[in-house]
């Protein structure tokens, strides 16, 4: 097929600045880590509340991991648990999170931890909170009647 | 009907090729914008937390 | 056949069309109505008069305007290019596109009584285990049925055209919609899959509990070819109809069929990017379907060049001169021209927010905030949808046999205007918002008074203005719409078909060699997800059950 040299010189412009963008994100995430929460262990949505972690939500000091916390959070219609927890300032954390009912969202707006709890999933999401101040939790995959009213908080105060 | 005349014209082969630099410029505009909306969010993805 | 004949639908095939057109304006009508209540809600300052809730509102906005308006609208689009470009229907396609359309309009009334009654408040992508009503999956499933009989006419015809011009190059427009019906057919199975084997039975209480993420895999499968089923025909438009709006040529027929071909090959193998922040997905296969959605990219930026070559050369044509000179030549006056040309240039943006989207660990910064929702008004809702009131201010008054006055032109080209202008506010403010962290899909809220929460009430202010402006333009367009149809003065309006340019080389057969481009797809297809998909299966937690939280 024919094409236009300044078509040709336009794509062969375009797929590198992609190739560009692919490699950057490769790096990122592969190499420094930076993935999404992705494959997990699976839990039975109904035994929950009896399942380690999740009979006891909240935040938990750990020895001897790459992390130094774990914060549990189980999510149902239309709340979390803890629905309040204070972590202190440069702390890394593991968050852990799962559901008991139908999806929800895990969302700290204006950072990156950005997750899906879906039924019979447990998701997991390292972090450095390395910012002081209150942080909103929010649900942001529709949940039902009450999904704008779900929320929790993340206090990260100066030990 | 359309195809026949369609292809007759096929027939002839290209002479030469017109001038397309403003296309040319319109595009590369279009692939800088591209750039630098993407660096940007990149830039705030590696800002948060 | 005769030239004549060709040059315009047969009546008989036009009241088709149009009998898809009516349902789709009057989505129109209901689906604008309960955006702009959408926008007032969430500004802060309005509550909705008692026993209407915001997600009922919601599930409603979204069926009507992504599910129904577009797929009436595309599949009587489609069949009135093949009509025009390939011949009239034979009485027996005919009957096989009403079938189709009688078939999707019991669905939709079904789905959308569903959604009145408040049985079906579950949104337009019905994720379990919110469970509807099983009326609600029926409905749906018909009008995905109903479309593939649509479809059917599209492939018989051009069967039927091949054969009796000995497989000589199809029409374009015909290839395209052949194109495009093909990737709706192969991208419909996986909705069909989870409708009809999990959420139909499930919801009949046949069986107790459903996987998850194999339906929201099954329904993203689908999900992504559905928004490039929505852009091919804008597309078609911008390739094959514009050029003759103007009185130019179309740059390149092989060029042009050749991305539509791209675009059949790496449409599908990509849902995963709808996906990326969620578990049960090995964070690897994510990647490769991330380079996939990359690749989509490619035809897209083909099309640009390919819209700016067309318009540069006219202009030159015509004596332009310097580097832009071009663009004063084109026809800025014409309604059929500015309202398209408005969308194109809505989806420069649209299209790099897209690439942002899906560029895997990225979408934590995006994913499910208002970002999200004013990146897909600016691409289907803007690009697509004024594309395809551009077509419908001729078509229709084609097939009604009537004309586009002056008077109805200028009123047009204020509507496309109203449009970006009231979308510029809604969809800027989106992203704006969305960047901050504003989560999509939710209710007016403060969120126990964070003063993060604080910061998005003066966007979401923005986007009731925006909204209110673009349910102008949508009164506007109604009204246009209604003129064309039943009080324009009768007379001959015509539908443009471009012409290749003469300097186009001859079109290579191979682009019509199906069994190459569908077996591609097929093997494309279970490269992505074959792995992924088993291990979904291997790995699955106990299913769920129904939830009614509404």
């Given at each position: 097929?024919?094409?236009?040299?300044?078509?040709?010189?336009?794509?062969?412009?375009?797929?590198a600045?992609?190739?560009?963008?692919?490699?950057v994100?490769?790096?990122?995430?592969f190499h420094?880590?930076?993935?999404p929460?992705?494959?997990s262990n699976?839990?039975?949505?109904?035994?929950?509340?009896?399942?380690?972690p999740?009979?006891e939500?909240?935040?938990k000091?750990?020895?001897?991991?790459?992390?130094d916390?774990?914060?549990?959070?189980?999510?149902s219609?239309?709340?979390?648990?803890p629905?309040?927890v204070?972590?202190?300032?440069?702390s890394?954390?593991k968050i852990?999170?799962?559901?008991?009912?139908?999806i929800?969202?895990?969302?700290?707006?204006?950072?990156?931890?950005?997750?899906?709890?879906e039924?019979?999933?447990?998701?997991e999401?390292?972090?450095?909170?390395?910012?002081?101040?209150?942080?909103l939790?929010?649900?942001?995959?529709?949940?039902?009647v009450?999904?704008?009213?779900?929320t929790?908080?993340?206090?990260?105060?100066?030990? | 009907?359309?195809?026949?005349?369609?292809?007759?014209?096929?027939?002839?082969?290209?002479?030469?090729?017109?001038t397309?630099?403003?296309?040319?410029?319109?595009v590369?505009?279009?692939?800088?914008?591209i750039?630098?909306?993407w660096?940007g969010?990149?830039?705030?993805?590696?800002?948060?937390? | 056949?005769?030239m004549?004949?060709?040059?315009?639908v047969?009546?008989?095939?036009?009241?088709?069309?149009?009998?898809?057109?009516?349902?789709a304006f009057?989505?129109?009508?209901?689906?604008?109505?309960?955006?702009l209540l959408?926008?007032?809600?969430?500004?802060?300052?309005?509550?909705?008069?008692a026993g209407i809730?915001?997600?009922?509102?919601?599930t409603l906005?979204?069926?009507v305007l992504?599910l129904?308006l577009?797929?009436y609208?595309?599949?009587?689009f489609?069949?009135?290019?093949?009509?025009r470009t390939?011949?009239t229907?034979?009485s027996?396609?005919?009957k096989?596109?009403?079938?189709?359309?009688?078939?999707?309009?019991?669905?939709t009334i079904?789905?959308a009584?569903?959604?009145?009654?408040?049985?079906a408040?579950?949104?337009?992508?019905?994720?379990?285990?919110?469970?509807?009503?099983?009326?609600?999956y029926i409905?749906?499933?018909?009008v995905i049925?109903?479309?593939?009989?649509?479809?059917?006419?599209?492939?018989l015809?051009?069967?039927q055209?091949?054969?009796?011009?000995?497989?000589q190059?199809?029409?374009?427009?015909?290839f395209?919609?052949v194109?495009?019906?093909?990737?709706?057919?192969?991208?419909?199975?996986?909705?069909?899959?989870?409708v009809?084997?999990q959420l139909l039975?499930w919801s009949?209480?046949?069986?107790?509990?459903?996987?998850?993420?194999?339906?929201r895999?099954?329904?993203?499968?689908?999900?992504?070819?559905l928004v490039y089923?929505w852009?091919?025909?804008a597309?078609?438009?911008?390739?094959?109809?514009?050029?003759?709006?103007i009185?130019?040529k179309?740059f390149s027929?092989s060029?042009?069929?050749?991305?539509?071909?791209?675009?059949?090959?790496?449409?599908i193998?990509v849902?995963f990017h709808h996906?990326?922040?969620e578990?049960?997905i090995?964070?690897?296969?994510?990647?490769?379907?991330v380079?996939?959605?990359?690749?989509?990219?490619?035809?897209?930026l083909?099309?640009?060049?390919s819209?700016?070559?067309?318009?540069e050369s006219?202009?030159?044509s015509?004596?332009a001169?310097g580097?832009?000179?071009?663009?004063?030549?084109l026809?800025?006056?014409?309604?059929?021209?500015?309202?398209?040309?408005?969308?194109?240039?809505?989806f420069?943006?649209?299209?790099?927010?897209g690439i942002i989207?899906?560029?895997n660990?990225?979408?934590?910064?995006?994913h499910?905030t208002?970002?999200?929702?004013?990146?897909f008004?600016?691409t289907?809702?803007?690009a697509?949808?004024?594309?395809?009131?551009?077509?419908s201010?001729?078509l229709i008054?084609?097939?009604t046999?009537?004309?586009?006055?002056?008077?109805?032109?200028?009123?047009?080209?204020?509507?496309?205007i109203?449009w970006?202008v009231?979308?510029?506010?809604?969809?800027g403010?989106?992203?704006?918002a969305?960047?901050?962290?504003a989560p999509r899909?939710s209710s007016?809220?403060?969120y126990?008074?964070?003063?993060?929460?604080?910061?998005?009430?003066?966007?979401?202010?923005?986007q009731a203005?925006?909204?209110?402006?673009l349910?102008?333009?949508?009164?506007?367009?109604?009204?246009?719409?209604?003129n064309?149809a039943?009080?324009?003065?009768k007379?001959?309006?015509d539908f443009?078909?471009?012409?290749?340019?003469?300097?186009?080389?001859k079109?290579?057969?191979?682009?019509e060699n199906w069994?190459?481009?569908?077996?591609?797809t097929v093997?494309?297809?279970?490269f992505?997800?074959?792995?992924?998909?088993i291990?979904?299966?291997?790995?699955?937690?106990?299913?769920?059950?129904?939830y009614k939280l509404?």
């Open positions: 097929m024919h094409m236009h040299k300044f078509e040709k010189i336009w794509l062969i412009f375009g797929v600045s992609l190739i560009v963008f692919l490699s994100l490769g790096v990122s995430a420094q880590g930076h993935h929460s992705s494959w699976i839990i039975d949505p109904e035994q929950v509340d009896e399942t380690k999740f009979d939500p909240g935040l000091k750990v020895e001897g991991k790459e992390w916390y774990e914060l549990v959070f189980v999510a219609a239309f709340l979390y648990a629905s309040e204070q972590i202190p300032l440069g890394t954390v852990i999170a799962t559901t008991k009912d139908v929800h969202g895990f969302q700290i707006p204006g950072s990156n931890v950005n997750m899906m709890l039924p019979g999933y447990i998701v999401y390292i972090t450095t909170l390395n910012q002081p101040g209150e942080f939790v929010l649900c942001n995959e529709y949940c039902g009450g999904h704008h009213m779900m929790s908080k993340i206090e990260v105060v100066e030990s | 009907m359309a195809q026949t005349q369609k292809s007759e014209i096929q027939d002839e082969k290209v002479e030469k090729e017109p397309l630099l403003g296309a040319f410029t319109a590369m505009i279009v692939g800088l914008f750039i630098i909306t660096a969010v990149f830039i705030l993805f590696n800002q948060r937390f | 056949m005769s004549t004949n060709r040059l315009k047969d009546r008989r095939d036009g009241k088709l069309v149009m009998a898809h057109f009516y349902v009057i989505s129109l009508a209901i689906g604008g109505l309960a955006g959408q926008v007032l809600v969430r500004s802060g300052m309005f509550v909705l008069p809730g915001y997600y009922q509102l919601l906005h979204g069926v992504a129904v577009t797929t609208f595309i599949m009587g489609q069949i009135a290019a093949v009509s390939s011949g229907l034979t027996k396609q005919r096989i596109g009403w079938t189709g359309f009688v078939i999707m309009t019991i669905g079904l789905a009584v569903m959604i009145l009654l408040n049985e408040t579950v949104l337009y992508t019905f994720y379990a285990p919110l469970q509807a009503h099983s009326i609600f409905g749906l499933t018909l049925v109903g479309s593939w009989l649509g479809s059917a006419v599209i492939l015809k051009y069967r055209w091949r054969k009796e011009n000995h497989k190059t199809s029409p374009l427009i015909t395209m919609a194109v495009n019906s093909i990737m709706w057919i192969v991208a419909t199975i996986g909705v069909a899959a989870t009809l084997l039975p009949l209480g046949l069986v107790e509990t459903i996987n998850v993420g194999v339906s895999t099954l329904f993203w499968y689908f999900g992504h070819p089923f852009l091919l025909p597309y078609m438009a911008w390739y094959v109809i514009i050029p003759k709006i009185g130019a179309i027929d060029l042009a069929r050749f991305s539509f071909i791209l675009f059949l090959l790496f449409s193998p849902g996906q990326l922040m578990p049960g090995d964070a690897s296969w994510k990647f490769i379907q380079v996939l959605t990359f690749l989509v990219i490619i035809p897209s083909m099309t640009a060049f819209l700016f070559a067309t318009f006219y202009g030159r015509k004596g001169k580097l832009f000179g071009w663009f004063k030549k026809p800025w006056k014409d309604a059929r021209f500015v309202v398209p040309f408005i969308g194109m240039v809505a420069i943006p649209g299209g790099a927010g989207n899906a560029s660990q990225m979408n934590q910064v995006v499910n208002i970002w999200v929702t004013g990146h008004h600016l289907v809702a803007t697509v949808l004024l594309t395809f009131f551009g077509i201010y001729w008054p084609h097939l046999g009537r004309t586009l006055t002056k008077a109805m032109n200028n009123l047009a080209i204020t509507q496309g109203l970006a009231g979308m510029t506010f809604m969809s403010a989106m992203h704006a969305g960047l901050l962290g899909r007016f809220s403060e126990g008074g964070a003063s993060i929460a604080a910061e998005w009430i003066p966007y979401q202010v923005a203005v925006g909204g209110s402006i349910f102008l333009s949508i009164i506007l367009m109604l009204y246009i719409i209604i064309l039943f009080f324009a003065p007379g001959e309006q443009p078909i471009g012409e290749i340019a003469e300097t186009a080389e079109t290579p057969k191979i682009l069994k190459i481009w569908i077996g591609i093997l494309l297809i279970l992505a997800y074959t792995i992924p998909f291990d979904m299966f291997h790995h699955a937690p106990p299913g769920s059950k129904g509404w």
